[in-house]
């Protein structure tokens, strides 16, 4: 079945380690992708989005993701976490159906 | 982008009552998204909203338990029917503001529903 898959359900990391969350789609075709994050008691903010054109992309509060297509992945990474980076994230797939579908999620857990 | 108000934040209601959930929109938008977070899972899209026409419902999701309602362009509701405390989640909707995903869906602050 067609999916978005996140492998790391549960992440705990220490403030200034680096981070690097998987998100895999199993759609053929043209895809649209993005990443939400869902800090405590908030609702769902956009992290980045990925269309077309160069298949690293920049968000904010320093988070890139980087799409391979070969690979149907599109990994959230961030060289340095902080304490507040502490949240769910959400890889999204849209398939061109104006449908949003989302992985399972990831949690996040940064220790000062 | 949008900013949405949804409401209520949160409510307990006994089993077998129904709830109604309300989504302002502060513009216009095409469709409507309802989506549901049950405790510790990701968001399941319950359905799409259109205005003007029937909701399409994905599949495990019928109208008879979730009748939605989209009177216009900047409004609709979701209702939770025939409550079990299997329906405790948090229901979500979300716009696609200008039409378009340049700007990524935008999501209402959710209701959390617990049914006892």
């Known amino acids: 079945a067609q999916s978005v898959s996140q492998h790391n359900h549960h992440v705990i990391l220490s403030e200034a380690a680096s981070l690097e969350l998987g998100c895999n789609y199993s759609y053929g075709g043209t895809v649209n992708l993005f990443w939400y994050v869902q800090y405590p008691g908030q609702h769902l903010q956009l992290l980045l989005k990925y269309f077309s054109g160069d298949p690293l992309v920049k968000g904010i509060k320093g988070f890139e993701a980087e799409f391979i297509k070969s690979k149907f992945s599109f990994n959230l990474r961030k060289p340095s976490v902080q304490w507040s980076d502490t949240a769910e994230y959400f890889c999204?797939?849209?398939?061109?159906?104006?449908?949003?579908?989302f992985g399972t999620g990831t949690r996040l857990q940064v220790f000062p | 982008s949008a900013v949405i108000s949804q409401k209520p934040s949160r409510d307990i209601c006994q089993r077998g009552t129904s709830l109604t959930i309300q989504c302002q929109v502060d513009s216009q938008v095409t469709m409507m998204f309802w989506y549901r977070q049950q405790p510790g899972q990701s968001l399941t899209l319950i359905a799409t909203?259109?205005?003007?026409?029937?909701?399409?419902?994905e599949s495990g999701f019928v109208i008879d338990k979730f009748p939605i309602s989209r009177p216009n362009l900047t409004f609709s509701t979701l209702t939770v029917s025939n409550m079990s405390p299997e329906d405790s989640s948090i229901y979500l909707c979300s716009v696609l503001p200008s039409g378009t995903t340049q700007y990524g869906y935008t999501f209402g602050s959710g209701t959390r529903l617990t049914v006892v």
């Open positions: 909203a259109n205005q003007g026409s029937e909701a399409t419902y």
């Open positions: 999204a797939v849209f398939r061109g159906t104006d449908k949003l579908i």
